[in-house]
């Protein structure tokens, strides 16, 4: 069985909240690594809604300092505290963020018991943000009117497997299994080479994850997200409002899906609606006339893959 790779839709909307959608926030569980990206207003009555344990995050990223993508994080950390965390919490966002958090929560008399420690994200050239034993996540920079990234999230290659019936065949020693589970050839002791590709078998193919926030249209981040199992792109305007879209550097519907077909991505999802669609039914048909795998990020839905 694989290992989780999750993505919970906790807020789909945009800037301003609806009846039925709150502001940006999705929780990503990747090979029992967990992070919360983007942290709008309710997102901890979200986390709390869908029955995500706060204990579990480890890692919150934040795309930029627009109030529908972080107003929901000093109560979170306040919330955290007052439950007793101990666990260390790494934050990464955009230059600024530290110092608002710290205000606002020297501000509320709020000391926080658990460390909290802050990268910063360059919103010009991608990064290595995170490095793990069994995924790696790097940042894209978007373009919108404040400094803005997006996120991909990328399995690490899974080990071979071996083949056991063609190892006794060969009487490769146990000794041996951890080199050819390395890639490492066996050589027998008549010096007879048999290539690795005999006696193992390729792990499972690694997946990943891209989540482009707020943006203007940027085809050229098709080959920085080319063939990810699932990407998530705003979609704040249907495509009749495309000047408006431009105007405040957002994308339409069926540009995220000219992006996703452009970069050959398995599935498409659509969010950061704008308040005035009361439903998401056009603009999911609109992106499916472009892209045909393409979803709606509903809240409360659960991505796994």
């Not at 530290?98 to 020297?106: F, G, H, I, R, V």
């Not at 669609?277 to 892209?291: C, H, K, N, P």
Request: aromatic letters at 8%; charged letters at 20%.
């Amino acid at each position: 069985m694989n290992p989780p790779f999750e993505v919970t839709i906790l807020g789909s909307s945009s800037a301003s909240p609806t009846k039925t959608r709150h502001h940006s926030a999705q929780f990503v569980s990747l090979d029992g690594s967990h992070f919360l990206v983007d942290c709008g207003e309710g997102t901890q009555r979200q986390l709390l809604l869908h029955g995500i344990r706060f204990s579990r995050i480890r890692y919150i990223l934040i795309s930029h300092l627009h109030g529908d993508h972080f107003y929901g994080l000093p109560g979170l950390l306040s919330t955290m505290n007052l439950g007793g965390r101990s666990e260390a919490l790494l934050i990464a966002g955009p230059e600024g963020l530290q110092a608002l958090m710290e205000q606002m929560l020297n501000a509320s008399n709020v000391e926080l018991k658990f460390t909290v420690s802050y990268l910063i994200t360059n919103p010009q050239v991608p990064e290595l943000l995170l490095d793990k034993q069994d995924c790696s996540v790097h940042s894209i920079p978007l373009e919108h009117r404040i400094p803005c990234t997006g996120f991909i999230f990328r399995e690490k290659t899974a080990a071979r497997h071996l083949n056991r019936e063609t190892c006794d065949l060969h009487a490769v020693p146990m000794a041996s299994y951890e080199a050819l589970l390395q890639g490492m050839d066996f050589t027998k002791p008549d010096g007879i080479i048999i290539p690795n590709n005999l006696l193992t078998r390729p792990g499972r193919a690694p997946r990943s994850y891209a989540y482009l926030s707020d943006t203007i249209y940027l085809p050229d981040l098709a080959d920085s997200i080319r063939g990810v199992d699932l990407l998530y792109h705003e979609a704040t305007f249907m495509h009749d409002l495309l000047d408006r879209a431009v105007s405040t550097f957002h994308t339409t519907a069926r540009q995220a899906a000219m992006l996703a077909q452009a970069a050959e991505v398995k599935q498409l999802l659509i969010g950061h609606f704008s308040a005035r669609y009361r439903s998401t039914d056009g603009l999911l048909a609109e992106a499916q006339e472009v892209f045909p795998t393409t979803a709606v990020a509903e809240e409360g839905l659960t991505f796994r893959f």
